[in-house]
């Protein structure tokens, strides 16, 4: 059977339908853009400019600083724990420089979070941004990582500022004064230079951590190959050019955030205005100040910059184009932004493991509440989860995704890798775990998720994780914790308690929310807790949370 092309009579036009990717490293987008646009902004930072040059001249000195005094070789795996700033850009840019692995965590993730990612990843060096350093302490040294590089965001306001620029970006220098810690300043100051880049396009390149439905987070393995053919597809799919200018705001840890406000500027020369805070008054007065063309955002910050009283006060002219993932937008909220803006918001879906997009909506004709079409030299299809048969339209199923951009697999983890991928019609294909349809015109819906899976704001919540995390209170038995309904953030997490007999009745809910909070991101920690005498078990003797979840649903 030919590849799924059902899609392609609304394919954009102009737009070639399948597109090489880059036999390169990702690293080499930069020197490219650096040699042809030495003084231009790559980025902008609360008023504060970094040219091209600069932006190269910093990530070369960062990454021979890793290799010589840190012992960083080719393929080893370093940390990197920031919000959106330029040290972001700067310590992924340097991680790839020096032939190494980027991992990227969650600003969110709290000590106890990171020690699996530590642990599981060998990572031994780690750049940190200086307001998470009580976080990382505990794991320096003795606790697996031998040497971090510790950022001020205040290094980077070069410039005076009249904006409202958060207090812990504008906090000055902080010097743990320890022998396993270097300042960032002092790092790209050492005048160390990287040896030749060796690192190539089946190299990896990124190992971002996502969960499946069971145990602790995974390593997503990512080449330079799989990173750049998403990139290389975002530049041509919206027919972009070096003149883009994009608002940064989605968090670059995660895939969508990395290519949309890092990547894919890099690779045109185009301008990544950063802002490390969601602030929608800021957002406004940053798309005034540059002339912003281009901001990927997720459903909640769309909903909060619509709501602004004082929206009506900025010229927002500039933006020719709005849209995102993660999350289905309503049709009043897209509605709106129509009507208030001209311009549609166009919906994307993908997975860490597809590098962000397998589809997207195609510019001239989007559709609603709709993940879009299969990208450039990718087929997908709608199966059976149980006997695995190819379904046809408007047949709900699991899709599955057979492309450039699919990961090569789960790090250590030959099993799961294993159960990720089917063979099918002569391919191997990734099992998304995602339940949808596609319609006549080849358009793809995503309806349910077939894993167990909660999405707070975008961001994804593994209720296996947090309640691995809740057995660690010392008065819970059990717990189960399935997603809620939450008017702002779509879904929240819900966690059905059993308690030990000794804390029954002198146990509150908050008091376990109040320690959750403390042990994990405040995305994944419970915002609601209901204690029960017991959880329903299944025939096998395990939790029955999908009964939970259909009681919470009927609600």
Same mark, same amino acid.
């Given at each position: 059977?030919?590849?799924?092309?059902?899609?392609?009579?609304?394919?954009?036009?102009?737009?070639?339908?399948?597109?090489?990717?880059?036999?390169?490293? +990702?690293?080499?987008?930069?020197?490219?853009?650096?040699?042809?646009?030495?003084?231009?902004?790559?980025?902008?930072?609360?008023?504060?400019?970094?040219?091209?040059?600069?932006?190269?001249?910093?990530?070369?000195?960062?990454?021979?600083?890793?290799?010589?005094?840190? #012992?960083?070789?080719?393929?080893?795996?370093?940390?990197?724990?920031?919000?959106?700033?330029?040290?972001? +850009?700067?310590?992924?840019?340097?991680?790839?420089?020096?032939?190494?692995?980027?991992?990227?965590?969650?600003?969110?993730?709290?000590?106890?979070?990171?020690?699996?990612?530590?642990?599981?990843?060998?990572?031994?060096?780690?750049?940190?941004?200086?307001?998470?350093?009580?976080?990382?302490?505990?794991?320096?040294?003795?606790? *697996?990582?031998?040497?971090?590089?510790?950022?001020?965001?205040?290094?980077?306001?070069? /410039?005076?500022?009249?904006?409202?620029?958060? /207090?812990?970006?504008?906090?000055?220098?902080?010097?743990? #004064?320890?022998?396993?810690?270097?300042?960032?300043?002092?790092?790209?100051?050492?005048?160390?230079?990287?040896?030749?880049?060796?690192?190539?396009?089946?190299?990896?390149?990124?190992?971002?951590?996502?969960?499946?439905?069971?145990?602790?987070?995974?390593?997503?393995?990512?080449?330079?190959?799989? +990173?750049?053919?998403?990139?290389?597809?975002?530049?041509?799919?919206?027919?972009?050019?070096?003149?883009?200018?994009?608002?940064?705001?989605?968090?670059?840890?995660?895939?969508?955030?990395?290519?949309?406000?890092?990547?894919?500027?890099?690779?045109?020369?185009?301008?990544?205005?950063?802002?490390?805070?969601?602030?929608?008054?800021?957002?406004?007065?940053?798309?005034?100040?540059?002339?912003?063309?281009?901001?990927?955002?997720?459903?909640?910050?769309?909903?909060?910059?619509?709501?602004?009283?004082?929206?009506?006060?900025?010229?927002?002219?500039?933006? +020719?184009?709005?849209?995102?993932?993660?999350?289905?937008?309503?049709?009043?909220?897209?509605?709106?932004?129509?009507?208030?803006?001209?311009?549609?918001?166009?919906?994307?879906?993908?997975?860490?493991?597809?590098?962000?997009?397998?589809?997207?909506?195609?510019?001239?004709?989007?559709?609603?509440?709709? *993940?879009?079409?299969?990208? $450039?030299?990718?087929?997908?299809?709608?199966? /059976?989860?149980?006997?695995?048969?190819?379904?046809?339209?408007?047949?709900?199923?699991?899709?599955?995704?057979?492309?450039?951009?699919? =990961?090569? *697999?789960?790090?250590?983890?030959?099993?799961?890798?294993?159960?990720?991928?089917?063979?099918?019609?002569?391919?191997? =294909?990734?099992?998304?775990?995602?339940?949808?349809?596609?319609?006549?015109?080849?358009?793809?819906?995503?309806?349910?998720?077939?894993?167990?899976?909660?999405?707070?704001?975008? $961001?994804?919540?593994?209720?296996?994780?947090?309640?691995?995390?809740?057995?660690?209170?010392? /008065?819970?038995?059990?717990?189960?914790?399935?997603?809620?309904?939450?008017?702002?953030? *779509?879904?929240?997490?819900?966690?059905?308690?059993?308690?030990?007999?000794?804390?029954?009745?002198?146990?509150?809910?908050?008091?376990?929310?109040?320690?959750?909070?403390?042990?994990?991101?405040?995305?994944?920690?419970?915002?609601?807790?209901?204690?029960?005498?017991?959880?329903?078990?299944?025939?096998?003797?395990?939790? $029955?949370?999908?009964?939970?979840?259909?009681?919470?649903?009927?609600?």
């Amino acid at each position: 059977m030919a590849a799924f092309a059902r899609h392609y009579p609304h394919w954009p036009p102009s737009v070639p339908k399948s597109l090489p990717v880059p036999r390169t490293g +990702i690293h080499y987008n930069l020197e490219v853009s650096a040699r042809r646009y030495p003084n231009k902004a790559a980025i902008a930072y609360y008023g504060s400019l970094i040219s091209y040059e600069a932006l190269a001249r910093e990530v070369d000195a960062l990454a021979g600083f890793l290799q010589q005094r840190c #012992g960083v070789a080719r393929g080893d795996r370093v940390l990197l724990y920031a919000q959106n700033s330029p040290q972001f +850009i700067i310590g992924y840019y340097a991680i790839l420089r020096a032939d190494a692995v980027v991992v990227p965590v969650n600003p969110m993730n709290k000590s106890e979070e990171l020690a699996h990612y530590i642990r599981d990843s060998d990572a031994r060096v780690a750049l940190a941004a200086q307001e998470l350093y009580r976080e990382i302490e505990p794991h320096l040294g003795s606790g *697996g990582v031998a040497h971090c590089i510790l950022g001020a965001y205040s290094d980077y306001l070069r /410039d005076a500022s009249d904006l409202k620029v958060p /207090d812990f970006v504008r906090a000055p220098r902080l010097d743990p #004064g320890r022998p396993d810690v270097t300042l960032w300043s002092d790092a790209t100051a050492a005048g160390c230079v990287p040896g030749a880049s060796l690192a190539g396009p089946d190299d990896l390149a990124v190992m971002p951590y996502t969960s499946g439905t069971t145990g602790l987070p995974k390593g997503c393995m990512l080449t330079h190959s799989n +990173i750049l053919a998403t990139s290389t597809g975002a530049c041509a799919w919206a027919q972009t050019s070096s003149e883009a200018v994009v608002l940064g705001v989605l968090p670059m840890f995660h895939l969508t955030g990395m290519q949309a406000n890092m990547n894919v500027p890099i690779q045109l020369g185009g301008t990544s205005v950063l802002m490390t805070r969601w602030d929608r008054d800021i957002a406004a007065e940053l798309i005034q100040r540059h002339r912003v063309t281009s901001v990927t955002g997720i459903t909640t910050m769309v909903v909060d910059f619509l709501a602004n009283p004082d929206l009506g006060k900025y010229d927002l002219g500039s933006i +020719i184009r709005i849209g995102g993932g993660g999350a289905a937008m309503p049709e009043a909220v897209a509605a709106k932004l129509e009507g208030m803006l001209g311009l549609p918001y166009l919906e994307g879906y993908g997975l860490t493991e597809t590098a962000a997009p397998s589809h997207a909506n195609p510019v001239h004709r989007p559709k609603r509440q709709c *993940g879009g079409i299969p990208y $450039f030299d990718t087929d997908s299809r709608v199966i /059976d989860p149980v006997s695995l048969q190819e379904l046809g339209p408007n047949e709900v199923g699991e899709i599955i995704t057979h492309g450039p951009q699919v =990961f090569r *697999g789960y790090w250590k983890q030959e099993k799961a890798t294993a159960e990720a991928f089917i063979e099918h019609d002569g391919k191997r =294909f990734f099992r998304t775990g995602d339940l949808g349809y596609y319609d006549e015109e080849g358009y793809f819906f995503i309806t349910d998720r077939l894993k167990r899976m909660i999405n707070c704001s975008g $961001f994804k919540v593994w209720p296996a994780e947090v309640e691995a995390m809740l057995y660690a209170h010392p /008065d819970i038995q059990e717990a189960c914790v399935i997603g809620a309904r939450d008017e702002h953030r *779509g879904e929240t997490v819900k966690a059905m308690v059993v308690l030990k007999a000794a804390a029954r009745g002198k146990a509150a809910p908050e008091d376990i929310i109040a320690w959750a909070r403390e042990k994990m991101a405040a995305y994944k920690a419970p915002r609601v807790v209901q204690f029960v005498d017991a959880l329903p078990k299944t025939g096998t003797g395990k939790v $029955f949370w999908r009964k939970l979840q259909e009681e919470e649903n009927a609600k």
